[in-house]
Every structure is written in C-alpha cells, then in structure tokens.
C-alpha cells in the first residue's frame, strides 16, 4: 500500500513519472517524500526540477532555497535556483546563483554557460544590446540519471531527467522572441513604502477570487486580473527596484481594490517602485486651465475619458463605509491614525514596531524616543531571537 511506501520508494517512483514526463505526479511524489524527510535537500532539488518543467518557478525557487539552507554545499541547489530565477526574468538573482554553483563545482561546464547566458540579458537590460560573441542558449543539465535509492548527500546521478531537454549550444543563431504586447492600463495603481515594506494598491472593483493570480520573485512582481472570456486579461509585471522576500509578502482582495504587501529583503528606501537601469528625465509640459473647469489632458482615443479623481474618490468612499473583520479591519485602523497624526506620533509608530519586531505599537514619541523597545510576546509565547 502507498500509505506504508518509505521516503526512498516515493522518491523512486517520482524520478520514474519524471522520466515519463509526468511532471506533476512526480511533484505529488516528491511532496509525500518530503512528509517523510523533511530534512532531505536532494528531494527539494528534484522536486525544484519538476516545478521547473511545470513552469512554476517560484516553487522552484522556494524549493531550491529550502535545499541551500538544508546543504550549501550542494552545488544542484544553485543550478535549480538559477534556472528557475532566469525564468523569472530575474537575471542578476540568477547570475549570482550560478556563480555560486560554479565556485563549488567548477569542472560543470552548464554554470559557465548559463552565467554567459544571464550576462548577455543584463546588457539587453541596460541598453547595450547583444554582442556578436553572445553564446547560443545554454543547455539544461541531461548528465543526471534516475537513483536507485533515496540519501541524503545527492551524487551526480541523483536527479532525474527528461528524454525532451533542451538542445545543446550549437553555431546556429538564437532566434530573438518578438516583444510582448503592452499590458492593458485598465486599472490604476499606486504604492507606498515604509522602512520594511512596500504597498502596493491595485483600483479594481468587484474582482473574484478565482479571477486573481499574484506571483512574487526575489526582483518579480506579477499580477494577472482576468475578467471575462471577451476581455483581455489585465497584466501587471514589474522589475521591483530592489529585491524582496517571497515567502514573506502578501495580498488581501477587497471589494474596491488588491492591496499587495512586499518584504523588503534590505531596509532602504526605493526611489521608484521598477528598476531602471537608465533612468530618464520626463519633461513636464504646461496644460492651460480654463477657469472652472477641470485640466484636460490631450489623448487620442475616441473613447470617454475617465475620470480618474471621482472614481478614486468613489474607492476611498467605498473603502471607508466597508466594514472589515480581524486583522484587515485592524491594518485599516492603523493607517488612519498613522495617516491622521502628527510626525513625532509617526515617528514613534514607527520606531516602536521595527525596534520591537512587529509585537509593539505606541504613539508616544516622549517615552518611546527616550529607549530602546523591547519585543512582547503573546500570553503563553516566548520571544526568540534568530541570527541571520
């Protein structure tokens, strides 16, 4: 019977569905492995491959760096992180990955490649375009072989592999994909930021649950808001100014709107929410205003402009007549005092919850300006303080 199958022969029998390409089955596999060993970094390195061949490559990641944390020394892991991180289109995440791969296996020539590989789209990114001596796409690993049994230190032939892998480098040219179509401005957003966090809002109403895809990379943000069969999907991708934490950020669907929330990976300030590598200066040009009327901004669609100042004002009004319960209704409360004091009762909001790790939450900038504020741990929990 299944139930009573050992970590060792669940794995085997995921490397067999991954051999027959049955990609998900052995995602299932793995996953039942993993119940069994939770410790194990080869089943979080192969289970990280199939998420890659599904296309999932934040779970691949995810998967990738549970690996790293288990073993840093598993040079796999930061092929697999690497792979899906390039992907993600997250070329410098996956750059660093792949030259920490190489440092523990240099002899493996994929590193090399892929490192060449990331290189080459960081200058397409920064303007400079592609070289002459750009080498052809590297290749996916297909020197791994299925295990015969399960351990937990991975040999070469630890992994298993696809009898359809990608070709390998050769002297024909690589075709250049043709450039994706602009996303559909269908709703407004905007975001702000504290020392920690970055918030996103999204303006749209009435969306379903089932309709909201959002994606978190280490530099991605992706959001996908499907309306209907007749309607374009509205796609929201960002290069993020700097990077974050996946398995810390968040997003809570309203009636009016999606709030996103992003975890710093370090406490700086972003100057803007994308990356770009060559920032322009826009200039602004005067708009003659008729008195009594409202500015109008020149466009070129036969459509009815929108009138974005009422329907924002309309999303705060509904916002603010929505009764919420629990956490959200307590995040709402906390933004408007935040948003309605003055700057010595922001100051010690903000300096008690960093200072306190998120436990403390005081408006009194004499006692809280004079020391430090110690963590407060619910009744019946301890604080405990984790190196990183």
């Given at each position: 019977?299944?139930?009573?199958?050992?970590?060792?022969d669940?794995?085997?029998?995921?490397?067999?569905?991954?051999?027959?390409?049955?990609?998900?089955?052995?995602?299932?596999?793995?996953?039942?492995?993993?119940?069994?060993?939770p410790?194990?970094?080869s089943?979080?390195?192969?289970?990280?491959?199939a998420?890659?061949?599904?296309e999932?490559?934040?779970?691949?990641?995810?998967?990738?760096?549970?690996?790293?944390e288990?073993?840093?020394?598993?040079?796999?892991?930061?092929?697999?992180?690497?792979?899906?991180?390039?992907?993600?289109?997250?070329?410098?995440?996956?750059?660093?990955?792949?030259?920490?791969?190489?440092?523990?296996?240099?002899?493996?020539?994929?590193?090399?490649?892929?490192?060449?590989?990331?290189?080459?789209?960081?200058?397409?990114?920064?303007?400079?375009?592609?070289?002459?001596?750009?080498p052809a796409?590297?290749?996916?690993?297909?020197?791994?072989?299925?295990?015969?049994?399960?351990s937990?230190?991975?040999?070469s032939?630890?992994?298993?592999?696809?009898?359809?892998?990608?070709?390998?480098?050769?002297?024909?040219?690589v075709?250049?994909?043709?450039?994706?179509?602009?996303?559909?401005?269908?709703?407004r957003?905007?975001?702000y930021?504290?020392?920690?966090?970055?918030?996103?809002?999204?303006?749209?109403?009435?969306?379903?649950?089932?309709?909201?895809?959002?994606?978190?990379?280490?530099?991605i943000?992706?959001v996908?808001i499907?309306s209907?069969?007749?309607?374009?999907?509205?796609?929201?991708?960002?290069?993020?100014?700097?990077?974050?934490v996946?398995a810390q950020?968040?997003?809570?669907?309203?009636?009016?709107k999606?709030?996103i929330?992003l975890?710093?990976?370090?406490?700086?300030q972003?100057k803007?929410?994308?990356?770009?590598?060559?920032?322009?200066?826009i200039?602004t040009?005067?708009?003659?205003?008729?008195?009594?009327?409202?500015?109008?901004?020149?466009?070129?669609?036969?459509?009815?402009?929108?009138?974005?100042?009422?329907?924002?004002?309309?999303?705060?009004?509904?916002?603010?007549?929505?009764?919420?319960?629990?956490d959200?209704?307590?995040?709402?409360?906390?933004?408007?005092?935040?948003?309605?004091?003055?700057?010595?009762?922001?100051?010690?909001?903000?300096?008690?919850?960093?200072e306190?790790?998120g436990?403390?939450?005081?408006?009194?900038?004499?006692?809280?300006?004079?020391?430090?504020?110690?963590?407060?741990a619910?009744?019946?929990?301890?604080?405990?303080?984790?190196?990183?």
């Amino acid at each position: 019977m299944v139930g009573f199958e050992t970590a060792e022969d669940l794995e085997k029998r995921g490397h067999t569905a991954f051999v027959e390409e049955d990609f998900e089955e052995a995602v299932n596999l793995y996953t039942e492995a993993l119940t069994l060993e939770p410790s194990s970094a080869s089943l979080f390195i192969t289970r990280a491959a199939a998420h890659t061949k599904l296309e999932n490559y934040t779970d691949a990641v995810a998967d990738a760096n549970r690996a790293i944390e288990l073993n840093p020394k598993l040079s796999k892991a930061y092929l697999r992180k690497g792979v899906a991180c390039f992907h993600l289109e997250e070329y410098e995440t996956a750059k660093a990955s792949f030259e920490a791969g190489a440092a523990l296996d240099p002899k493996t020539a994929s590193f090399k490649s892929w490192i060449s590989k990331c290189e080459a789209k960081l200058r397409e990114e920064n303007g400079e375009g592609a070289t002459a001596s750009e080498p052809a796409s590297p290749a996916v690993d297909t020197s791994e072989t299925v295990a015969q049994s399960g351990s937990s230190e991975v040999p070469s032939s630890s992994e298993p592999h696809s009898q359809k892998e990608e070709p390998a480098s050769s002297s024909l040219p690589v075709p250049v994909p043709a450039p994706a179509a602009p996303a559909p401005t269908k709703y407004r957003h905007t975001w702000y930021q504290s020392q920690s966090h970055t918030f996103i809002e999204i303006f749209a109403k009435g969306v379903k649950k089932d309709k909201l895809e959002v994606d978190f990379g280490e530099e991605i943000l992706k959001v996908v808001i499907n309306s209907g069969e007749s309607e374009e999907p509205y796609v929201l991708k960002l290069h993020l100014y700097s990077k974050i934490v996946p398995a810390q950020c968040s997003y809570n669907l309203l009636s009016t709107k999606v709030e996103i929330k992003l975890t710093k990976a370090e406490r700086v300030q972003w100057k803007q929410l994308d990356f770009d590598p060559q920032p322009q200066t826009i200039k602004t040009v005067a708009i003659p205003k008729e008195v009594g009327d409202k500015v109008k901004y020149p466009t070129s669609t036969k459509k009815p402009v929108k009138d974005w100042d009422r329907l924002e004002a309309e999303a705060k009004k509904e916002e603010k007549d929505e009764k919420l319960e629990g956490d959200a209704a307590l995040n709402k409360l906390f933004r408007e005092i935040y948003s309605n004091a003055d700057e010595d009762t922001r100051r010690a909001m903000n300096k008690s919850f960093v200072e306190s790790n998120g436990t403390v939450l005081s408006t009194n900038w004499k006692d809280v300006g004079k020391k430090k504020i110690e963590g407060s741990a619910p009744t019946g929990m301890d604080m405990k303080k984790w190196e990183i």
